[in-house]
Nanobody
């Protein structure tokens, strides 16, 4: 059972930056795809960004050019650097690990973008 623990959420003003981090309980190398999802109040959970073990990345159109996902196999972490934040980025952000056989989720970290 892989456990994922997110950190780094908080309150930030529009235009600001935050860095989210997801730490895995087992070697991140065993997780084929690491992803960040978000869920805003009253909306469905949506993919923000994901990165494969080989480093291939995918981004939602709404965050392309502003967010960057990365993974560090030595530290067992997957980070999401978020720049130029907008109020519509406000949501609970969840880390996801896909081993191609099982799907694991973190508990979520709240990001609020407001002046």
């Amino acid at each position: 059972q892989v456990q994922l623990v997110e950190s780094g959420g908080g309150l930030v003003q529009p235009g600001g930056s935050l860095r989210l981090s997801c730490r895995t309980s087992e070697s991140i190398f065993s997780i084929y795809i690491m992803g960040w999802y978000r869920q805003a109040p009253g909306k469905q959970r949506e993919l923000v960004a994901r990165i494969t073990r080989a480093g291939s990345t995918t981004y939602a159109d709404s965050v392309e050019g502003r967010f960057t996902i990365s993974r560090d196999n030595a530290k067992n972490t997957a980070d999401l650097q978020m720049n130029s934040l907008k109020p519509e980025d406000t949501a609970v952000y969840y880390c996801n690990g896909d081993t191609l056989g099982n799907d694991y989720w973190g508990q979520g970290t709240k990001v609020t973008v407001s002046s």
